[in-house]
T-cell receptor, first 116, second 112 residues
Framework: DVKVTQSSRYLVKRTGEKVFLECVQD?????MFWYRQDPGLGLRLIYF???????EKGDIPEGYSVSREKKERFSLILESASTNQTSMYLC?????FGRGNWAEAFFGQGTRLTVV | TQLLEQSPQFLSIQEGENLTVYCNSS?????LQWYRQEPGEGPVLLVT?????EVKKLKRLTFQFGDARKDSSLHITAAQPGDTGLYLC????????????FGQGTTLQVKP
């Protein structure tokens, strides 16, 4: 059974703290993504990575950074958390386009982050 | 920037009614996908459409990809309370890297 695992379901952090959100997939997928989900805004792409040590900015990268040192692990970092980063964060992985799989994305269960 | 606009954003209907959700864009997509998300969980893929004009059926759900590959629709026949959830369309951009762009989502509530 395919699996994307996010390290925490719920997190509460203080403004200014450095926050790490971890995501691990066991499907040997090349692509990994971080989205944030807010009511009425759908899923907005923060960063994605199509290979180890490779990353590309999504639509809302400001205030975030990422790290992909190993193929199975993709970390999202909030350097200095702010209240407007309170949100649901979803990690996903997929095969690289062109492998006969039309980039179906498999999602983790999400991390609900509250910054106070 | 490629954008996907979903409508309606919210839908509350009685069990047994039919409904259609739309996903529109001014850009061409190589494929479009529909996901369903239940509270507390991540989205799960329902279907992928890849050919202009394609129609796919999944039990009471019918998915269509527009001829120009810029829009898609999801039609549910005789909705049931178990269909309640958030429905998201997603398009694979033209960059061929597997980057997925999502619409805002349609929240469906089916009352018994």
């Amino acid at each position: 059974d395919v699996k994307v695992t996010q390290s925490s379901r719920y997190l509460v952090k203080r403004t200014g703290e450095k926050v790490f959100l971890e995501c691990v997939q066991d499907m040997d997928h090349e692509n990994m993504f971080w989205y944030r989900q807010d009511p009425g805004l759908g899923l907005r792409l923060i960063y994605f990575s199509y290979d180890v040590k490779m990353k590309e900015k999504g639509d809302i990268p400001e205030g975030y950074s990422v790290s992909r040192e190993k193929k199975e692990r993709f970390s999202l970092i909030l350097e200095s958390a702010s209240t407007n980063q309170t949100s649901m964060y979803l990690c996903a992985s997929s095969l690289l386009f062109g492998r006969g799989n039309w980039a179906e994305a498999f999602f983790g269960q999400g991390t609900r982050l509250t910054v106070v | 920037t490629q954008l996907l606009e979903q409508s309606p954003q919210f839908l509350s209907i009685q069990e047994g009614e039919n409904l259609t959700v739309y996903c529109n864009s001014s850009s061409v997509f190589s494929s479009l996908q529909w996901y369903r998300q239940e509270p507390g969980e991540g989205p799960v893929l329902l279907v992928t459409v890849v050919t202009g004009g394609e129609v796919k059926k999944l039990k009471r759900l019918t998915f269509q990809f527009g001829d120009a590959r810029k829009d898609s629709s999801l039609h549910i026949t005789a909705a049931q309370p178990g269909d309640t959830g958030l429905y998201l369309c997603a398009g694979e951009g033209s960059s061929n890297t597997g980057k997925l762009i999502f619409g805002q989502g349609t929240t469906l509530q089916v009352k018994p």
